[in-house]
């Protein structure tokens, strides 16, 4: 006869773990003092919160452009946004600004952090909800906008080239996600990053599900 499974009832002398309460916050490396949109304001960087409901966390639900851009110019806006649009019309996901609102909400991030040269990660998320999965119940899409500098690759590596180990972690199927779609949910090309990681590999070469050279976990592959 099976035993009966056990049960954990929360007791008056429950505690929270002290070591998670006691840890100091960490603060992202590249932005001290940036100040970050969401949703038609700016907040600094300590300040900047999203709710735990919101289905971008919860579930990877949402979509992103990572854009450069140089000498107070940013490259390729435009096209950037309409790949976002097109992201946000494959998943179902509204975005509820316009574009032109978009473009003005990009650049003016930029000229609150008092950058020439840098990064953009712009975010649409799918909003707050339950803890259910139905996106029905994300009644706001959350648009956010990062401004930071960035550097992929020490130079010396453009000058030497990058180690890169062929990695197990397949990409994931098209047919299970159309990869056109820049989504939020990168765990696939962050498991390959850890196989480079613990194999002393700056890069990971990803192969398709036919075993085809696709991509790096964050790198082009032009043959």
Known sequence: MLDEPKTHEPTAEAVIEPAI??????TAPGVKDAKIYIDGKF?????????????????????FEGIRFYNGRVFRLEEHLARLWDSARSICLEIPMSMRGMTEAVLETIRQNHLRDGYIRLLVTRGIGNLGLNPTQCKYPSVIIIAATIALYHESFYRKGLTIVTCATRRSNPAALNPAVKSLNYL???????????????????????GNVAECTADNVFI
């Open 43 to 63: 907040y600094s960087e300590a300040n900047a919160k999203i709710s735990i409901f919101d289905h971008g966390l919860l579930y990877g639900d949402g979509i």
């Open 21 to 26: 309460e006691s840890r100091p916050r960490p």
């Open 188 to 210: 696939n090309n962050v498991m390959a990053r850890i196989e480079a990681n613990l194999a002393g590999a700056d890069e990971a070469l990803m192969l398709n599900d036919a």
